[in-house]
Protein backbone atom coordinates (compact mmCIF):
# COMPACT_ATOMS: atom_id res chain seq x y z
CA UNK A 1 0.00 0.00 0.00
CA UNK A 2 1.72 3.50 -1.01
CA UNK A 3 1.80 5.92 1.81
CA UNK A 4 1.13 9.60 2.09
CA UNK A 5 2.96 11.73 -0.94
CA UNK A 6 3.80 14.83 -1.35
CA UNK A 7 5.94 17.12 -3.36
CA UNK A 8 8.50 18.71 -3.68
CA UNK A 9 10.70 17.55 -0.89
CA UNK A 10 12.13 20.95 -0.72
CA UNK A 11 11.69 24.21 -1.37
CA UNK A 12 13.83 27.54 -1.17
CA UNK A 13 12.11 30.87 -1.73
CA UNK A 14 12.52 34.73 -0.67
CA UNK A 15 10.18 36.11 1.73
CA UNK A 16 6.91 37.79 0.15
CA UNK A 17 6.70 35.33 -2.43
CA UNK A 18 4.09 32.72 -2.70
CA UNK A 19 4.34 28.52 -2.77
CA UNK A 20 2.54 26.15 -3.13
CA UNK A 21 2.76 22.13 -1.45
CA UNK A 22 0.48 19.11 -2.84
CA UNK A 23 -0.26 15.79 -1.25
CA UNK A 24 -1.68 12.93 -2.16
CA UNK A 25 -3.21 10.83 0.84
CA UNK A 26 -3.70 7.03 1.24
CA UNK A 27 -6.26 5.60 -0.88
CA UNK A 28 -8.95 5.70 0.55
CA UNK A 29 -8.37 7.86 3.63
CA UNK A 30 -11.43 10.66 3.83
CA UNK A 31 -9.39 12.88 6.67
CA UNK A 32 -6.42 14.47 5.59
CA UNK A 33 -4.25 16.97 7.82
CA UNK A 34 -1.88 19.67 7.33
CA UNK A 35 1.18 20.07 10.02
CA UNK A 36 3.45 22.86 10.24
CA UNK A 37 7.01 21.54 12.17
CA UNK A 38 9.60 24.33 12.89
CA UNK A 39 12.88 23.02 14.16
CA UNK A 40 13.40 21.57 17.59
CA UNK A 41 9.28 21.71 17.97
CA UNK A 42 6.54 19.05 17.42
CA UNK A 43 4.08 19.53 14.70
CA UNK A 44 1.48 21.97 14.77
CA UNK A 45 -2.06 21.40 13.19
CA UNK A 46 -2.36 24.02 10.37
CA UNK A 47 -5.88 22.72 9.25
CA UNK A 48 -7.86 19.27 9.31
CA UNK A 49 -10.38 18.12 6.03
CA UNK A 50 -12.96 15.28 6.00
CA UNK A 51 -13.40 14.71 2.52
CA UNK A 52 -13.58 18.16 0.73
CA UNK A 53 -14.76 19.97 3.75
CA UNK A 54 -12.64 21.70 6.64
CA UNK A 55 -13.05 20.47 10.19
CA UNK A 56 -10.55 22.18 11.59
CA UNK A 57 -8.90 25.28 10.77
CA UNK A 58 -8.47 27.14 13.89
CA UNK A 59 -4.31 27.62 13.71
CA UNK A 60 -4.38 28.31 10.22
CA UNK A 61 -2.60 31.97 9.72
CA UNK A 62 -5.97 32.57 7.49
CA UNK A 63 -4.22 36.32 6.38
CA UNK A 64 -1.52 34.28 4.46
CA UNK A 65 -1.94 30.33 4.49
CA UNK A 66 -4.73 28.81 2.05
CA UNK A 67 -5.39 25.16 1.47
CA UNK A 68 -7.99 23.09 -0.06
CA UNK A 69 -9.17 19.64 -0.97
CA UNK A 70 -11.65 20.00 -3.84
CA UNK A 71 -12.12 16.39 -5.01
CA UNK A 72 -12.01 14.88 -1.60
CA UNK A 73 -8.38 13.38 -2.30
CA UNK A 74 -5.22 15.35 -2.84
CA UNK A 75 -5.12 18.52 -1.30
CA UNK A 76 -2.58 22.00 -1.71
CA UNK A 77 -1.32 24.37 1.36
CA UNK A 78 -0.40 27.39 -0.27
CA UNK A 79 1.11 30.63 1.42
CA UNK A 80 1.44 33.90 -0.28
CA UNK A 81 3.01 35.97 0.92
CA UNK A 82 5.99 33.91 2.59
CA UNK A 83 7.69 35.24 5.59
CA UNK A 84 10.72 34.69 7.65
CA UNK A 85 9.10 32.67 9.97
CA UNK A 86 7.27 30.23 7.69
CA UNK A 87 10.35 28.37 6.94
CA UNK A 88 9.44 25.31 8.42
CA UNK A 89 8.40 21.16 7.71
CA UNK A 90 5.46 21.23 6.10
CA UNK A 91 3.77 17.89 7.29
CA UNK A 92 0.86 15.99 5.41
CA UNK A 93 -0.87 13.09 7.34
CA UNK A 94 -4.07 11.14 6.65
CA UNK A 95 -6.16 8.83 8.24
CA UNK A 96 -9.44 6.90 7.41
CA UNK A 97 -11.33 8.45 10.13
CA UNK A 98 -11.71 11.47 12.19
CA UNK A 99 -12.23 10.54 15.35
CA UNK A 100 -10.06 11.19 18.57
CA UNK A 101 -7.63 8.43 18.41
CA UNK A 102 -7.86 7.48 14.28
CA UNK A 103 -3.73 6.62 12.80
CA UNK A 104 -2.57 9.22 11.27
CA UNK A 105 -0.27 8.55 8.75
CA UNK A 106 2.51 10.81 7.45
CA UNK A 107 4.18 12.25 4.59
CA UNK A 108 7.71 13.15 4.35
CA UNK A 109 7.34 16.48 4.52
CA UNK A 110 8.17 19.59 2.41
CA UNK A 111 11.02 21.52 3.74
CA UNK A 112 10.51 25.37 3.24
CA UNK A 113 13.55 27.75 3.36
CA UNK A 114 12.08 31.37 2.97
CA UNK A 115 15.20 33.80 2.51
CA UNK B 1 -4.90 25.81 24.17
CA UNK B 2 -4.08 22.21 25.47
CA UNK B 3 -0.17 21.65 26.05
CA UNK B 4 2.04 18.38 26.46
CA UNK B 5 4.80 18.54 27.88
CA UNK B 6 7.52 15.98 27.44
CA UNK B 7 10.81 15.14 29.14
CA UNK B 8 13.08 14.97 29.54
CA UNK B 9 14.30 17.08 26.27
CA UNK B 10 16.86 15.16 24.93
CA UNK B 11 18.61 11.45 26.33
CA UNK B 12 22.23 10.57 25.81
CA UNK B 13 22.51 6.78 26.55
CA UNK B 14 24.69 3.61 25.55
CA UNK B 15 23.42 1.15 23.62
CA UNK B 16 21.92 -2.09 26.02
CA UNK B 17 20.61 0.41 28.31
CA UNK B 18 16.98 1.13 29.37
CA UNK B 19 15.23 4.32 28.20
CA UNK B 20 11.90 6.31 29.61
CA UNK B 21 10.16 9.43 28.72
CA UNK B 22 6.80 10.42 29.57
CA UNK B 23 4.62 13.11 28.51
CA UNK B 24 1.88 15.48 30.94
CA UNK B 25 -1.00 17.32 30.01
CA UNK B 26 -3.12 19.91 31.59
CA UNK B 27 -6.35 18.23 30.00
CA UNK B 28 -7.60 15.10 29.98
CA UNK B 29 -7.17 12.74 26.72
CA UNK B 30 -9.04 9.62 25.18
CA UNK B 31 -6.28 8.56 23.80
CA UNK B 32 -2.01 8.70 23.66
CA UNK B 33 -0.28 8.24 20.28
CA UNK B 34 3.82 7.96 20.30
CA UNK B 35 5.88 8.43 17.38
CA UNK B 36 9.20 8.20 16.38
CA UNK B 37 10.81 10.57 13.77
CA UNK B 38 14.28 10.34 11.89
CA UNK B 39 15.88 12.48 10.24
CA UNK B 40 14.10 13.95 7.03
CA UNK B 41 11.20 11.71 7.61
CA UNK B 42 7.69 12.02 8.79
CA UNK B 43 6.48 11.02 12.02
CA UNK B 44 6.07 7.01 12.15
CA UNK B 45 3.72 5.63 14.63
CA UNK B 46 4.96 3.41 17.18
CA UNK B 47 2.14 2.65 19.77
CA UNK B 48 -1.77 4.15 20.33
CA UNK B 49 -3.20 3.98 23.47
CA UNK B 50 -7.11 4.12 24.41
CA UNK B 51 -7.88 3.31 27.79
CA UNK B 52 -6.87 4.70 31.20
CA UNK B 53 -4.23 2.59 32.85
CA UNK B 54 -3.55 0.46 29.31
CA UNK B 55 -0.25 -0.88 29.14
CA UNK B 56 1.33 -2.08 25.33
CA UNK B 57 4.09 -3.34 24.01
CA UNK B 58 5.57 -3.11 20.86
CA UNK B 59 8.76 -5.17 20.88
CA UNK B 60 11.06 -3.74 23.13
CA UNK B 61 8.42 -0.93 23.12
CA UNK B 62 6.24 -0.22 26.28
CA UNK B 63 3.61 2.63 26.69
CA UNK B 64 1.47 3.43 29.51
CA UNK B 65 -1.84 5.51 29.21
CA UNK B 66 -2.18 7.36 33.09
CA UNK B 67 -4.65 6.71 35.30
CA UNK B 68 -5.64 10.25 35.64
CA UNK B 69 -5.56 10.37 31.00
CA UNK B 70 -3.20 13.39 31.42
CA UNK B 71 -0.06 11.51 31.55
CA UNK B 72 1.97 8.89 29.87
CA UNK B 73 4.84 7.04 29.74
CA UNK B 74 7.13 5.76 26.92
CA UNK B 75 9.90 2.61 27.56
CA UNK B 76 12.58 1.11 25.32
CA UNK B 77 14.24 -1.89 26.58
CA UNK B 78 17.85 -2.94 25.59
CA UNK B 79 18.59 0.39 23.37
CA UNK B 80 20.27 -0.29 19.74
CA UNK B 81 21.86 2.47 17.65
CA UNK B 82 18.51 2.81 15.22
CA UNK B 83 16.39 3.69 18.40
CA UNK B 84 18.39 7.23 17.72
CA UNK B 85 15.61 9.79 16.68
CA UNK B 86 12.57 12.08 18.07
CA UNK B 87 10.07 10.49 20.22
CA UNK B 88 7.01 12.90 19.94
CA UNK B 89 3.74 12.27 22.57
CA UNK B 90 0.08 13.00 20.94
CA UNK B 91 -3.53 13.25 21.51
CA UNK B 92 -5.63 15.04 19.74
CA UNK B 93 -3.90 16.05 16.79
CA UNK B 94 -1.75 18.03 19.43
CA UNK B 95 2.01 17.11 19.67
CA UNK B 96 4.89 17.76 22.40
CA UNK B 97 8.10 18.95 21.63
CA UNK B 98 9.90 15.65 21.19
CA UNK B 99 12.41 13.55 23.59
CA UNK B 100 16.13 13.51 20.88
CA UNK B 101 17.45 10.01 21.95
CA UNK B 102 21.32 9.40 21.06
CA UNK B 103 22.63 5.96 21.76
CA UNK B 104 26.19 5.63 21.89
CA UNK B 105 27.41 2.46 20.28
Keep these: ?115 | GQQLNQSPQSMFIQEGEDVSMNCTSSSIFNTWLWYKQDPGEGPVLLIALYKAGELTSNGRLTAQFGITRKDSFLNISASIPSDVGIYFCAGRMRFGAGTRLTVKP
Design chain 1, 1 to 115: EAGVAQSPRYKIIEKRQSVAFWCNPISGHATLYWYQQILGQGPKLLIQFQNNGVVDDSQLPKDRFSAERLKGVDSTLKIQPAKLEDSAVYLCASSSSSSDGALEYFGPGTRLTVL
